[in-house]
């Protein structure tokens, strides 16, 4: 159960994120894309088009981060 859930978090925190779930006192940084004109989203891509960088301070604070897409 979540304890709360922000959208578009200000600062730099919430950059590279559509919004944070707060889960059992750990937030959850999420990103949701629907498609990528380049192809699937390999690990490679999620570097390339700036998805992963963004996430480090918040993976190396113990956060966790998630990304959806549909394809």
Known sequence: QAQSLRIEVPGDDGVGSEFRLMVDGIAE???V???RAGG?????ALV?????PPWQTNLARGDRCSFV???
Not at 40 to 44: A, D, H, Q
Request: net charge positive; with cysteine.
């Open 29 to 31: 940084w999420c990103q």
């Open 33 to 35: 894309k629907r498609q």
């Open 40 to 44: 699937s989203w390999t690990v490679n």
């Open 48 to 52: 390339t088009d700036g998805v992963l």
């Open 69 to 71: 897409s549909s394809n």
